[in-house]
């Protein structure tokens, strides 16, 4: 018999080795580039806010919200949407993501129809969105974004789009409508689509946190009976007929792994669920709409670094049609 410290060495490596075998990993390109960055000569669009918002649906909650409006936005013409969850990160101008440059130099250069963006923090319980709260998150984020019922995609399509939309000319085509978000802000993401595809139908996941933040059992939910998370999506997913969806994925292999869950795997079942519902649609010669998606893995850790240097590519791709 091997000694035990040999044992332990193979088993670790076996264990390991489906994670990686057979992926493809991207290590370039992965550094904010050109489209992220303010341009010389590139009219930039009006980001305004923040605005404080007090939902009807997630009572007792305060949120903050910002406005991007392109340069030459025509009220004439319904403009396309872009709503981002953990919206205090999104429009950082040093941050990883920068999504409103990204908006702002994709327009102009005809990559993407004109955009209206809408960026959305999480609730807080409190009287007023605290001031010094800087990047950090809200204490009702979990409450939100992790859970798979439908509150807030309903906070979303019944309150706020309408109330943005009296300003603006927000197109109601789903096809023309993107979420996206990272870690829990990626699963809030898909959550809102998966429960309203005629609202939504592309999704930007970047990092997302498909594993049991928001699970709870029985013994901690006041209705006595198990709270789903995400670690049960890839299952709906089989089990469902499939949606108009269009999702694109970036995860990286030196994610977090924890007593939530492994968000690298957690990924990748979500890609090979959709896979499964697609061809299992497809043998049972199931009329309908499938699933389309692209998947980026890389070597990035828990981080939005990854996502905003691939941001660009995900708009190009998301209204590529």
Known sequence: MLPRSIRFFVVVLVATLPLR???EIRTDGLELGPDSLVQDGVPAGQLQGPFEFRSGIIKNTVRRYWVYVPSGYDPAEPANVLVW???QRAVHPRGSLRVPNVLTNLIHDGSIPPTIGIFITPGNTSAHYPDDLGMSNPNHRWQEYDVLTPDYARMLIEEILP???ADY???DDPARRAIGGTSSGAICAFTVAWHYPDAFRNVISFIGSYVSIGARPPADDPS???SAGGQDYPALIRRSPPKPLKIFF???SNDLDNRWGHWFLANQQMVKALHYANRAA????LAGP???EKHVWTDGAHSDDHGGALLPEALRWIWSD
């Open 21 to 23: 075998a057979g992926l």
């Open 85 to 87: 969850q953990d919206g």
């Open 163 to 165: 109330m943005v939309g």
């Open 169 to 171: 000319n927000l197109t």
């Open 224 to 226: 006595g009976q198990w």
């Open 250 to 252: 970036q995860d990286g």
């Open 282 to 285: 497809d043998e049972a010669s």
């Open 290 to 292: 499938r699933f389309e």
